[in-house]
C-alpha cells in the first residue's frame, strides 16, 4: 500500500518553515537537501532538515492535512513540531542515506 506524507522542513531551530506533502518522503527529503531544484524556496533558505511529518494511507487526507498546515500561525507550528521534536532534529539523519555520495 502507498503512503502520503505531509513534513516540515526547516533550515534550523526557529528558522524557516517549509511545508510539503509526497508520496515518497526519503526520495523528496533527498531532492531538498541535493537542492536537486536550486530556486526552489528550500533551496534558496537551505531548508534541508527534516523536523516534522505526518503518514496518511489517503493522498487527499494528506493534501488537506497540508493546505490546513499553511493556513496555521507560524506558533500552533512550533507547537506541534516541538510535540515530535523538541529540539528539531534532522529526522531523516538515521536514514542511512548518503547525501555526498549522492552529489557526485
Known sequence: MKHWYV???SNNKDGVLYI??????EERVKEHKLKVYPKSFTA?????NLIYFEEFENGNDAEK???????WKRDWKIELIEEMN??????SINW???YNKLKK
Not at 20 to 25: A, H, L, P, Y
Not at 65 to 71: M, T
Not at 86 to 91: K, N
Request: hydrophobic share 30%; with cysteine; net charge positive.
Open 44 to 48: 534558496k533558505y537551505n531548508c534541508d
Open 96 to 98: 542511512n542515506l548518503n
Open 65 to 71: 492535512r497540508e493546505k490546513s498546515f499553511k493556513k
Open 86 to 91: 523538541f529540539s528539531w532534529s534532522d529526522l
Open 7 to 9: 513534513y516540515i522542513m
Open 20 to 25: 510539503g506533502v509526497t508520496d515518497n518522503i
